[in-house]
């Protein structure tokens, strides 16, 4: 059996103008989801108002979105010029390993943003003492570590399959499941393998999130002011809203996904969690955080003057 060296991404099969105009609408996409980022994780480096954990692990969502988008953004400009384009197979894993272990992270964080909201709001007296400085770091360390080696437990033994017959991939990027259809030996053991492996990835942060979010609202509703309730809720409403978001496009991609789902469908659903959900996070917190609102407009403010 002969080896295949490369593989082929079919990405989106349409006419040359809506190709060009996906072209040029996600180029601007990715260079504001770069800015974007660079932005918050340079205001929250620079500005001692920012300074809190809150902050810290938004900068830490911000360094991970940049490396999701990264990862498939300027392949994927490529294969739209083109109309597909081939990848090489130590390339395509590279690009599954950093997709997957950045996705990873991406789970454990917002779930531990979500703890730091119940203790916030819970706990507020032993915040302080609980979400401190080398905790929060600990907690951040401990993700990424978790997010990239985890992964290694699945990617090692797709790098040995043989792949010896079709080389297409009827995607945009070199994701799991497509690639795995392409093996010329049983996978069903290495199926098993990601299926455990997946569903604590995914459940356990949901889990995370799920209760934390219960004791919160059962804490605001018991506070008597309801510009005390409004207060507290809007601390939680941005990352409730990237919960929705992110969790939403995962499950509809990976856990869920119905026969009559088709593959122009799937590769959608797969834009909104690589390419737009990195675009709109910043634009979240942002647009809805008075303290990042104050820190930008200080910026502008020394810019002008100086």
Same mark, same amino acid.
């Given at each position: ?87 090489? @197979?130590?390339?395509? &894993?590279?690009? %599954?390993?950093? $997709?997957?272990? =950045?996705? +990873? #992270? ?65 995607? @945009?990027?070199?994701? &799991?499941?497509? %690639?795995?259809? $392409?093996?010329? =030996?049983? +996978? #069903? ?118």
């Amino acid at each position: 059996m002969t080896a295949v060296p490369e593989f082929f991404l079919l990405g989106f099969q349409a006419s040359h103008d809506v190709r060009f105009f996906l072209f040029y609408f996600l180029f601007v996409v990715y260079c504001g989801t770069i800015s974007g980022n660079l932005l918050i994780i340079t205001l929250v480096s620079t500005s001692k108002i920012l300074h809190t954990p809150m902050y810290f692990f938004i900068s830490q969502l911000s360094i991970s979105d940049i490396l999701v988008t990264t990862s498939i953004v300027p392949n994927l400009l490529h294969v739209l010029l083109n109309n597909g384009a081939a990848i090489t @197979f130590n390339n395509c &894993i590279t690009q %599954l390993y950093f $997709l997957c272990a =950045s996705e +990873t #992270f991406e789970c454990l964080l917002l779930a531990v943003m979500s703890y730091d909201r119940y203790v916030a709001i819970c706990n507020p007296l032993h915040y302080g003492s609980i979400m401190s400085l080398g905790h929060c770091v600990m907690l951040v360390v401990s993700c990424w570590v978790f997010g990239f080696f985890m992964i290694l437990i699945y990617v090692v033994p797709i790098t040995k399959l043989p792949f010896c017959g079709p080389n297409i991939i009827d995607h @945009f990027f070199c994701d &799991i499941v497509p %690639l795995l259809d $392409l093996a010329c =030996s049983d +996978t #069903f053991i290495l199926h098993i393998e990601i299926n455990l492996i997946g569903f604590p990835i995914l459940f356990i942060p949901t889990i995370i999130i799920v209760l934390s979010y219960t004791y919160i609202i059962r804490t605001v509703l018991r506070i008597p002011s309801s510009t005390g309730r409004q207060k507290a809720f809007s601390t939680c409403s941005s990352h409730l809203i990237v919960v929705s978001i992110f969790y939403w496009s995962m499950f509809s991609v990976y856990l869920v996904p119905t026969k009559e789902q088709t593959s122009t469908i799937t590769k959608i659903l797969s834009l909104l969690f690589t390419v737009f959900t990195p675009f709109v996070n910043p634009i979240i917190y942002s647009l809805r955080n008075k303290d990042i609102i104050k820190t930008v407009q200080k910026s502008v403010q020394k810019c002008v003057i100086w």
